[in-house]
C-alpha cells in the first residue's frame, strides 16, 4: 500500500518547552579557549587525603589508635577440654591431638572414640560446648580436670583427664609448659 496524503495519520504539533527565565543558557565557549573543570567531589568510600580535617575542625591533632593488646593464649585446661570434646563428638579427627597425648591416654582415646559412637549421634547438627570446666592441681605440678559439657539442649555428659607439664626433651605439647595429656575418661 503507498501512502497518500488521504491515508497518513495525522500528527499534531508538539509545543517545544522554552527556557526557564531564571536559568539562561550557558554561554559558548570561545574558539581558543579550553573550559573550566569542574571541581572534584571526593568519592564517598575513599578517605580523605592525610593531613585533611573535617569542615570547622580547629584541634590540628590527629586522633590515636591504641594498638590492641595481643589475645591472650587458652588456658591448657580449657583447650584440651574443647578438643577433647570435638574429637569425641566426630568435629576433629583424632589424630588432632597427636604429639600432645602420652602413648597410653592415646590408644584409650582411640577406644573412647570407638564406644562414645552415640556423642556424634546427639550432637549431629548442633555445636556442642563446653558447660563447666574444673582443675585440681596436683603436689606433682599436674593437673587433674573434670569438664561438664552439653551435647543437646538436654544431654549432659563429663569428660575427666589429666595434664602434666613436659621440658624441652619430652616433644610437643600445648602452651609454655608444654601441657600433654596423659590420661583420659567419658561418661
Known sequence: MRMTPANRPTTRATPHAAPHPAAPHPAPPRPGTRPAP?????????????????PRRTDPRRPTTRPRP?????????WFAERLLDVLTGR???????????????????????????????????????????VFPTAGGALEVTAVVA?????????????????????????????????VAAR
Do not use: M, N
Open 92 to 134: 576433629r579427627p583424632l589424630t588432632s591431638l597427636a604429639g600432645r597425648v602420652r602413648d597410653e591416654a592415646y590408644q584409650r582415646l582411640w577406644e573412647l572414640h570407638a564406644e562414645r559412637a552415640d556423642w556424634r549421634r546427639r550432637a549431629r547438627g548442633r555445636t556442642p560446648y563446653v558447660c563447666r570446666c574444673r
Open 70 to 78: 595481643a589475645p591472650r593464649p587458652v588456658p591448657p585446661h580449657l
Open 151 to 183: 551435647l543437646d539442649d538436654d544431654v549432659v555428659r563429663a569428660i575427666a583427664f589429666r595434664l602434666e607439664p613436659g621440658d624441652a626433651d619430652s616433644g610437643p605439647g600445648y602452651g609454655r609448659a608444654r601441657w600433654r595429656c596423659t590420661e
Open 38 to 54: 569542574h571541581p572534584a567531589a571526593p568519592h564517598p568510600g575513599r578517605r580523605p587525603a592525610a593531613g585533611t580535617a573535617p
